[in-house]
């Protein structure tokens, strides 16, 4: 396959599903669907994925009395790759604008993130607390989950633009997304269909900018401050998760002594994708209470 030939531009976003919107760093891929007069869900997906990894929530909501919206995060998908500081307040920036020009933002609604995703969700929830009503985590990064060299190479100037040129490519994050399907027999349907945002220009820039400028394992004050707000929250983790391991499900909880903790046995990293059966009827339970 090679990788980043093509330019995202009108004619290649006519051809490609779902819709596009442009705000001030470019156009977002998204998808909105339900009713308009229920709850609105944001679906954010997480590092390398686009938001395919939402396909049966999303479906399964859609056809529920919310309205769902899910995109692809700058870099990822089919969104726009600008030239940028691919960080959290860029990324919560993106989410605000979206809303916004939407006409989305007028209500409180409902934030559902998975791994980097959760990142994000926290992030934003932090920023603008008015406008969550309730929020879902699936295996969110934020915490360290112990000493990791590849992790301190990257804070190291010089050796951490070494350590991405040889060692983070386009076939290393294919690779690299097995590991978070435990056991799941259909996950090469799965990365045919992650392999299509590889083929626009940026992809990876957007990658690299992100892992040198996302702040992973450091966000234990956002989660406190936003465990301290009256924000009911959920967290989901798969008990086979090697990607952020499911022992550190206990930082987020003591970080947020009231979250409401499923533990998903048997799965890794996508509870929401590989185990939907278990995910969807707890996630509505969430949505429809009266928490």
């Known amino acids: 396959m090679a990788f980043e030939t093509l330019e995202l531009n009108d004619n290649e976003r006519s051809r490609l599903p779902g819709s596009f919107i442009e705000i001030s760093e470019g156009y977002v891929h998204y998808e909105l669907t339900g009713s308009e007069n229920g709850d609105l869900v944001v679906l954010i997906h997480g590092f390398s994925s686009p938001y395919l990894v939402w396909d049966y929530i999303f479906e399964e909501l859609g056809q529920s009395e919310f309205q769902v919206l899910r995109y692809d995060l700058f870099g990822r998908g089919f969104s726009d790759r600008p030239i940028a500081n691919y960080n959290f307040a860029f990324f919560v920036q993106q989410l605000h604008e979206l809303l916004q020009k939407l006409n989305l933002s007028n209500k409180k609604f409902n934030l559902v993130g ?3 995703g959760g990142g ?6 932090d920023q603008y607390p008015d406008l969550i ?6 295996d969110p990064i934020g915490f360290s989950s112990g000493i990791n060299i590849q992790y301190l190479a990257l ?6 633009r ?12 294919i690779n690299s997304q097995k590991p978070d399907f435990y056991m799941y027999k259909e996950v090469d349907q799965y990365l045919e269909q992650f392999k299509a945002q590889l083929k626009y220009k940026g992809y990876l820039k957007a990658i690299h900018s992100t892992i040198l400028n996302s702040p992973f394992n450091s966000l234990k004050n956002v989660y406190q401050r936003v465990g301290k ?3 009911p929250i959920q967290l989901f983790w798969g008990e086979k998760d090697k990607t952020i391991p499911f022992k550190t499900n206990e930082k987020v909880r003591a970080a947020i002594p009231h979250i409401i903790f499923h533990p998903i046995p048997n799965c890794g990293h ?8 278990a995910v969807i009827p707890l996630l509505l339970e969430f949505l429809r209470s009266n928490l």
């Open 114 to 116: 998975l791994s980097m």
């Open 120 to 125: 994000i969700t926290m992030t934003f929830a």
């Open 133 to 138: 009503k309730k929020i879902t985590l699936f």
């Open 155 to 160: 804070k190291i100037p010089f050796l951490n």
């Open 162 to 173: 070494l350590f991405l040129k040889f060692l983070i490519n386009h076939q290393m994050l």
């Open 229 to 231: 707000l009256n924000i």
């Open 270 to 277: 996508m509870p929401q994708y590989t185990h939907p059966q």
